[in-house]
């Protein structure tokens, strides 16, 4: 009766290698005696290789940290192809960021990237990459390289927030209306004051000036501005790119109305007291 033997060949890790064979040698007999022959299997590929990566780097393209609306983008180069694109997971303090991370490739080079969005926590953006190569031999994930991504999504506010003129009164021709307030944080730069007098632009431009977070927009009085109140909004935005609401009010009820209305005197007349003409 026929027997039928089964050898086994266990490859060694980390090994890769595309002409290997298993050869059966004539050392083995039947039970009459008699000598067997050899025998050698077709060549085949091995492959325990785990692949690796290389030039790991994080970034974003926003100015300091990355808030809403940033691109964060990890770069990495693969040891050799892989399988499928590999699974990028970035995380904001422990947790998945909001929005889905988006895998690009060319050659062996790859780029995750995530949007950061409103809602993303403050705090070191984490990831860890698993990949996998064409073999099915998983690389270790991959959880640091080079650069560092930190998250601030905290929009800036301003307070207090004062506006006054230098003149008597209210404000009229050659006198300068100054805005005045503070940051809560430093700022991307200088921010934006539009100055108005019954609803129009002011006629000069408004100049800004600050001292660390305090900030002074101010404007002088043209002769043609409109009488009224004087009304604001100042735009601004923090160093990481969040964009603070408009504030259009004082926090302290302080205010400025422009009045350009010269005075007139009207009856106008002369006399004398005695009779005829002076003398």
């Not at 785990?50 to 964060?72: F, H, K, M, Q, W």
Request: glycine share 8%; aromatic share 4%; proline share 3%.
């Amino acid at each position: 009766d026929q027997i039928t033997w089964t050898g086994t060949y266990t490859p060694t890790n980390s090994y890769e290698d595309s002409s290997n064979t298993v050869a059966l040698a004539n050392t083995w007999t039947d039970t009459a005696g008699n000598t067997g022959t050899t025998a050698t299997t077709s060549n085949f590929a091995v492959d325990t290789l785990r692949p690796t990566l290389s030039s790991v780097a994080i970034a974003t393209n926003g100015d300091g940290a990355a808030s809403n609306g940033d691109t964060v983008s990890l770069t990495f180069t693969s040891s050799e192809a892989l399988t499928a694109n590999p699974t990028c997971t970035i995380s904001d303090s422990g947790a998945a960021m909001a929005n889905s991370v988006s895998v690009s490739k060319s050659g062996l080079d790859y780029t995750c990237a995530v949007i950061v969005a409103d809602d993303d926590a403050n705090g070191a953006v984490t990831y860890s990459i698993a990949f996998t190569d064409a073999a099915g031999n998983a690389g270790t994930a991959v959880t640091s390289g080079s650069g560092s991504v930190t998250i601030d999504n905290t929009h800036p506010t301003l307070d207090p927030v004062s506006i006054a003129t230098n003149g008597d009164g209210d404000a009229s021709n050659a006198d300068t209306v100054s805005l005045t307030f503070t940051a809560s944080e430093a700022l991307l730069a200088n921010p934006t004051c539009t100055i108005s007098d019954s609803g129009a632009a002011m006629a000069n431009a408004v100049s800004v000036s600050n001292n660390g977070l305090a900030y002074t927009c101010a404007v002088v009085v043209a002769d043609d501005d409109a009488n009224g109140a004087i009304t604001f909004s100042i735009a601004f935005t923090d160093a990481a790119g969040n964009v603070g609401t408009a504030v259009t009010s004082t926090s302290d009820s302080t205010s400025v109305t422009i009045d350009n209305t010269h005075p007139t005197l009207d009856p106008v007349s002369i006399a004398t007291n005695g009779d005829g003409d002076a003398s």
